[in-house]
């Protein structure tokens, strides 16, 4: 919460330069009047766009919200994906949804992160028809599970694979060659 | 029961169909009925007439639609998982071999991703040639799609004539990148070599010749009264649902929705260009066509006009850490080669941070999700593939149409397996 404080003058200050800063305010303060300042942590603008990270116990009120909203629509989900931090004990995955209102050209960025052994994030189906594919998408490739999708089943591998291929313990190359060590060749 | 008889029996039959699917499991694959007198079609993976691997399930009653269950992956690649361990140089040609049909809007996109995180600033003469080619790469895509919507209605004239165009097109790749299809055009900091005579010849000569082909082709089809009859109000999308869905390019935009980022969020000085977004009114097959015919014109009018104010400058940008040094260099010269192994070997500064980029593709918004953790390669990479948002609509879109609409809708719609699957 400190950090929020002495951040907010110095957002004010760039909002006043910047017009994208500028919406980029506008769309926080909404979010903070909408949901509560509390919801949301780790508010940032890497590279112009807003990214804010909340629980996955809000994030399905705050996109049906903003949906709704008539002030800035943010009712276009361009896409959401998984994300995979092994060494973020209890907030190893994660799921980043990015938002854009047509009208008023702001994008937003929203991050929840869970434990990977309780994958379980509310579905968008209901709210965003596109989320249907999105959603199995990251159940395939890294096992998150969304309660109340219609067809939670693998989308791009095989039905039959007993595995989430993204999670970073799979590693791309064959785990026994020693000739080849990450330190020459990638990661 | 008697079946299709009627129009109104067909049409109960589909809301029967529709509330049982709303009841049960809306995807559950279908079998055959024969209490309903219903046939289950599988279309796909491998028909001729879905120009890809798409499987679809159909459920008919005669020759109706009455529900389908999709199923893609078939040429799964995991450009994604690949991406974790590729320096960015090397994830060029990954994302040449996703939408395949406009390979270098994907590789400047790509590009533009990665100088945005890198924090390069393109000069203006590469700014104005990437964007040439991107659109004589959209013009490629949507000869293509257009091409084969009239393959698909039983008009072949057509096609032949537009891929006569687009080879055109491939020889100026070819003097521009040494490629065809999959171009691993342009570099991170501007282009690999600046435009030859020899392709600016060819540039030339084809912006002369192609307008011709493209007003006879529009004379061929446009009015065509049984072009027509097989494509209107056939696979239409209310804008409302088309938004729901993610929709974005030309199939939105069919819709009447004027989205494009070209003009919404601009890169690579697409603000220098007056050009028009051309909407359509009911989003159905011929709108999507006659859409993406007047892109291939506002396309034109863009490259002529970057063409005649193309500055003069340097064709990259002045980033010896990003970008190789010329070969004969390398040879000569001590830090063009130290330079010249670190930008090989990935060793390259990356800030740690995340980015999203997109550009408008030849089907779309075509976004670039990068994390990066400072490391050689992307932490994480989300590619946003239009083909595979829309692509789900697909049901939706030829419930109640019969199979031939089907697959002009699949026509219509561009669906690139390559982008679908990645």
């Known amino acids: ?187 | 029961m008697a079946v299709n008889d009627t129009l109104e029996g067909t049409h109960k039959i589909i809301e029967e169909a529709r509330e049982q699917q709303a009841r049960i499991n809306p995807l559950a694959p279908t079998v055959n009925d024969f209490n309903q007198e219903l046939t289950t079609l599988n279309l796909g993976p491998t028909h001729p007439a879905t120009h890809g691997i798409f499987q679809n399930i159909l459920q008919m009653d005669g020759e109706r639609i009455i529900s389908g269950v999709p199923t893609i992956g078939y040429i799964h690649r995991a450009f994604e998982k690949i991406a974790e361990r590729r320096p960015f140089y090397q994830i060029t040609p990954l994302t040449d071999r996703m939408n395949y049909c406009s390979s270098p809007i994907n590789n400047m996109g790509w590009h533009m991703t990665v100088e945005k995180l890198l924090g390069v600033e393109v000069p203006k003469r590469a700014q104005y040639m990437r964007v040439i080619l991107m659109e004589l790469a959209r013009i490629s895509d949507h000869l293509i799609c257009n091409g084969i919507l009239g393959v698909d209605t039983g008009a072949f004239t057509g096609f032949l004539y537009l891929m006569d165009e687009r080879e055109k097109i491939y020889e100026i790749y070819e003097e521009v990148s040494g490629a065809r299809l999959t171009t691993n055009m342009g570099r991170v900091g501007g282009m690999e070599r600046d435009f030859t005579p020899v392709a600016l010849q060819k540039l030339r000569a084809w912006l002369k010749s192609f307008p011709a082909v493209m007003a006879e082709f529009e004379k061929m089809f446009n009015r065509n009264r049984i072009f027509m009859d097989r494509v209107v109000d056939v696979g239409g999308i209310s804008a409302e649902r088309a938004l729901n869905y993610g929709f974005t390019g030309p199939n939105l935009r069919a819709a009447g929705v004027d989205y494009d980022v070209r003009v919404m969020n601009p890169y690579s000085s697409y603000q220098d260009f007056e050009f028009e977004i051309p909407v359509g009114t009911k989003g159905d097959t011929y709108d999507r066509f006659m859409v993406r015919n007047e892109e291939i014109w506002q396309s034109l009018r863009i490259i002529n006009q970057a063409l005649e104010n193309l500055p003069e400058g340097p064709y990259h940008a002045d980033a010896p850490h990003y970008y190789l040094p010329p070969k004969q260099a390398v040879y000569k010269n001590m830090e063009a080669l130290i330079y010249h192994f670190k930008i090989v070997m990935g060793e390259i500064e990356a800030p740690v941070g995340e980015v999203y980029h997109s550009v408008e593709g030849g089907n779309g918004e075509l976004g670039f999700y990068l994390v990066s953790d400072g490391g050689r390669t992307p932490y994480r990479l989300h590619f946003r593939r239009p083909c595979f948002i829309y692509y789900q609509a697909y049901t939706e879109m030829v419930v109640g149409q019969t199979l031939s609409d089907a697959i002009v809708t699949l026509s219509s719609m561009n669906v690139i397996a390559g982008e679908l699957d990645a």
């Not at chain 1, 200050?13 to 009047?33: C, F, G, I, S, T």
């Not at chain 1, 994030?59 to 629509?73: K, S």
């Not at chain 1, 968008?124 to 067809?151: C, K, Q, S, V």
Request: proline share 5%.
């Open chain 1, 1 to 187: 919460m400190a950090d929020q404080n002495e951040s907010i003058p110095a957002q004010e200050e760039a909002a006043a330069k910047d017009p994208a800063a500028q919406k980029n305010a506008q769309l926080l303060a909404l979010l903070h009047r909408l949901f509560g300042a509390e919801t949301f942590t780790d508010v940032e603008e890497p590279y112009g766009l807003l990214t804010a990270t909340t629980t996955r116990e809000r994030i399905h009120d705050i996109v049906a919200g903003l949906q709704q909203d008539q002030e800035l629509q943010l009712n276009f989900l361009t896409t959401m994906c998984g994300m995979h931090f092994p060494e973020r004990e209890g907030q190893e995955l994660g799921m980043v949804y990015h938002l854009h209102s047509l009208t008023q050209n702001i994008r937003l960025r929203l991050k929840i992160f869970f434990p990977i052994a309780d994958p379980v994030v509310p579905t968008m189906t209901d709210l965003y028809a596109t989320a249907n594919w999105m959603e199995r998408e990251a159940f395939d490739f890294y096992g998150i599970i969304f309660p109340g999708h219609p067809n939670l089943i693998r989308i791009l591998n095989v039905e039959d694979m007993d595995y989430h291929p993204m999670r970073k313990e799979y590693a791309l190359e064959d785990g026994t060659r020693e000739d080849k060590t990450d330190l020459f060749f990638g990661r």
